[in-house]
């Protein structure tokens, strides 16, 4: 009796990582202004690296939230996006620096870079200011985002009622 074996078409995604460039790539893709990496971590969140590690575990893909380390300069991620296109999607970093207009701008900029998803950090906003605020470039992201059918994901340590 011979019996087939099936072979499994699921791929493996991480679902949620960073990836910041090392020392050395740093200067081509700098760090934002006091967000260097620690010294321990510094070139250990390369795209080089994550692709070892990556090809160690079986992992196939990866969602890349845009990390910190280079805040609103998505240039370091959506490098590794062109490179490795079957392998890696991106999230980018909201900016509630800019007004609701400028916001929906570059969110819709980047998601023709190929960026797939959308990242609030609620304590990068000014103190007192809200994700939610009407009027605000989070509600209109936020509803963007809606009809692009794009996920959003919220950094949420303290809960969502504080946003």
Known sequence: LVMESSISTSKVIDSHLHVWASTDESKKFPYADGQDPPSTLANRASTEQLLKRMDGAGVDGALIVQPINHKFDHSYVEAAMSAHPTKFKGMLL??????????????????????????????????GGLMSEEGGCGLAVYKRCAELHMPVGVMCFKGLGLH
């Open 94 to 127: 909201h900016d509630p620096a800019l007004d609701a207009t400028e916001a929906v701008a570059r969110l819709e900029e980047l998601a023709l870079r190929g960026f797939v998803g959308v990242r609030f950090n609620p304590y990068l906003w000014p103190s």
